[in-house]
């Protein structure tokens, strides 16, 4: 088995400043995800990543950046924190199409 | 474009009472369809997976069945327990590695 970890488990912002949130795995996944998680909005997808150094865009990208520098680990970056994307950020791999995503157990973000 | 529909966005149900969350897709492609069930602090995790060639799937007492007709994956079990007590959602995949969820549906069971 393995497991994502996700850090740190709750960040706390200041309105306009970049943040970064990580996500670490140890299956040896090729593709990894980021997505926002908001009340009654499901999960919407923000960046995925298909290799070391890949980054794809997701439906959600705008005011954010990725970073996949190892296959094991992508990070997020919030590059100006506003107090509307308040959420939950869950971070995810998977190998292979139409197989399981595994998910780590989220970031909550506060934007004071 | 791809899309999930889950109208429910709450149901609370007893103790072994009768469990369907209704969802339909629209795609242009060929699916592959999930339910993932996330716990409180967790992360989501995959309940079942149905694709076009098997049609229906089951799990720890789920069942969903794919009905290419009315485009839809709707979740049911017999009898619920506390423990089921989460949100499911409907998730569509296509092509390549990207999902789509559906909202949500979150279920309270009541001992």
């Known amino acids: 088995g393995g497991i994502i970890t996700q850090t740190p488990k709750f960040l706390i912002g200041q309105e306009g400043q970049k943040l970064t949130l990580k996500c670490q795995q140890n299956?040896?996944?090729?593709?990894m995800y980021w997505y926002r998680q908001d009340s009654g909005k499901g999960l919407r997808l923000i960046y995925y990543s298909i290799t070391e150094n890949d980054l794809q865009k997701g439906d959600l990208s705008e005011g954010y950046d990725a970073s996949r520098e190892k296959k094991s680990s992508f990070s997020l970056t919030v590059t100006s924190a506003q107090k509307n994307e308040m959420a939950v950020f869950l971070c995810?791999?998977?190998?292979?199409?139409?197989?399981?995503?595994?998910f780590g157990p989220g970031t909550r973000l506060t934007v004071l | 474009g791809n899309s999930v529909t889950q109208m429910q966005g709450q149901v609370t149900l007893s103790e072994e009472e009768f469990l369907f969350i209704n969802c339909t897709y629209s795609?242009?492609?060929?699916?592959?369809l999930f339910w993932y069930v996330q716990y409180p602090g967790e992360g989501p995790q995959l309940l079942l997976k149905?694709?076009?060639?098997?049609n229906k799937g089951s799990s720890r007492g789920f069942e969903a069945t794919y009905d290419k007709g009315t485009t839809s994956f709707h979740l049911q079990k017999a009898s619920v327990q506390e423990s089921d007590s989460a949100v499911y959602y409907c998730v569509l995949g296509v092509a390549g590695n990207k999902l789509t969820f559906g909202i949500g549906t979150r279920v309270l069971v009541r001992p």
């Open positions: 149905v694709t076009t060639a098997n």
């Open positions: 995810a791999s998977v190998q292979g199409n139409y197989a399981e995503q595994f």
């Open positions: 795609t242009t492609g060929y699916p592959t």
């Open positions: 299956f040896n996944h090729d593709t």
